[in-house]
T-cell receptor, first 110, second 112 residues
């Protein structure tokens, strides 16, 4: 158990809709990173938040956006969903460089 | 850009066999190196890490040594169990607070 929680666990949306995924970081951790893992692939970095500011972004379009709150929990928002957005979305919290992952949210876009 | 290469799976072993999963990383800078394990339907669990050359990370019988001269971080276990069946990811991180870089992972299947 890492203490990192994510909600919801599963989600089904249709193309064009918007979705918000949530992550609660481990106590004492001030950094949250989000990754997308397509089926059979390794996770791909979406972005990272440090003390409520975006601290790096991967090769994802602007319709992927995020927030980090004063308690260091975080949200990932995806607008205009596409079929290829179907994946496992993982968040990881860290204080220094070691990242601890949550169980993920599995998103299916129909 | 920076990248990591792992041996392709699936790797199928009998219980109590010796395991090696090869991992090499891009030689830019001095990354910290991690192994994560993913059981079916779950998130990633940190297995072990090493932060500088010649460091050995170890956990639950698994070991990996940071080899700067060969840019490698191979995962080994002397005697695998059925419960070790999972996907294993090697991931460097190139600056503190930066992103983990994942390859496609190596699926391990251990038969009784």
């Amino acid at each position: 158990e890492t203490g990192v929680t994510q909600s919801p666990t599963h989600l089904i949306k249709t193309r064009g809709q918007q979705v918000t995924l949530r992550c609660s970081s481990q106590s004492g951790h001030n950094t949250v990173s989000w990754y997308q893992q397509a089926l059979g692939q390794g996770p791909q970095f979406i972005f990272q938040y440090y003390r409520e500011e975006e601290n790096g972004r991967g090769n994802f379009p602007p319709r992927f956006s995020g927030l980090q709150f004063p308690n260091y929990s975080s949200e990932l928002n995806v607008n205009a969903l596409e079929l290829d957005d179907s994946a496992l979305y993982l968040c990881a919290s860290s204080l220094r460089e070691t990242q601890y992952f949550g169980p993920g949210t599995r998103l299916l876009v129909l | 850009g920076n990248s990591v290469t792992q041996m392709e799976g699936p790797v199928t072993l009998s219980e109590e066999a010796f395991l090696t999963i090869n991992c090499t990383y891009t030689a830019t800078g001095y990354p910290s190196l991690f192994w994560y394990v993913q059981y079916p339907g779950e998130g990633l669990q940190l297995l072990l890490k090493a932060t500088k050359a010649d460091d050995k990370g170890s956990n639950k019988g698994f070991e990996a040594t940071y080899r700067k001269e060969t840019t490698s971080f191979h995962l080994e276990k002397g005697s695998v169990q059925v419960s070790d069946s999972a996907v294993y990811f090697c991931a460097p991180i190139y600056n503190q607070g930066g992103k983990l870089i994942f390859g496609q992972g190596t699926e391990l299947s251990v038969k009784p």
